[in-house]
């Protein structure tokens, strides 16, 4: 079955950078499209970057957008998310997520599988 595992998260301060890594097994990972997203306490779970199943493509929130990378490696079965520039209003639980489809979206709903997240805190 499809197993997404996330890591990388931790406790930053503003200004600080990390990369969160999303480890894929159990399909064929360069046949889909991946994603990240994020959802702080008490708010719905928002797309932060998507990437199409080669690479060649890749989405931002707007929020984001200059300060994150997401990029894949198929060969190793990964995902991952650069972070740079973080500031306090990052802070979530963060999520990767596999593609329904061949085309990136920034709905959930286009996404059929997730990781169990892992907790990026961002201290001002």
């Known amino acids: 079955q499809v197993s997404l595992v996330e890591s990388g998260g931790g406790l930053v301060q503003a200004g600080d950078s990390l990369r969160l890594s999303c480890a894929a097994s159990?399909?064929?990972?360069?046949?889909?499209?991946m994603a990240w997203f994020r959802q702080a306490p008490g708010k719905e779970r928002d797309f932060v970057a998507g990437i199409t199943w080669g690479g060649a493509a890749t989405y931002y929130a707007d929020s984001v957008k200059g300060r994150f990378t997401i990029s894949r490696d198929n060969a190793k079965n990964t995902l991952y998310l650069q972070m740079n520039g973080l500031k306090p209003e990052d802070t979530a639980v963060y999520y990767c997520?596999?593609?329904?489809?061949?085309?990136?979206?920034?709905?959930?709903?286009?996404?059929?599988?997730w990781g169990q997240g892992t907790q990026v805190t961002v201290s001002s």
């Open positions: 159990g399909y064929t990972f360069s046949n889909y499209p």
């Open positions: 997520a596999k593609g329904r489809r061949r085309i990136v979206g920034n709905d959930a709903r286009e996404y059929d599988s």
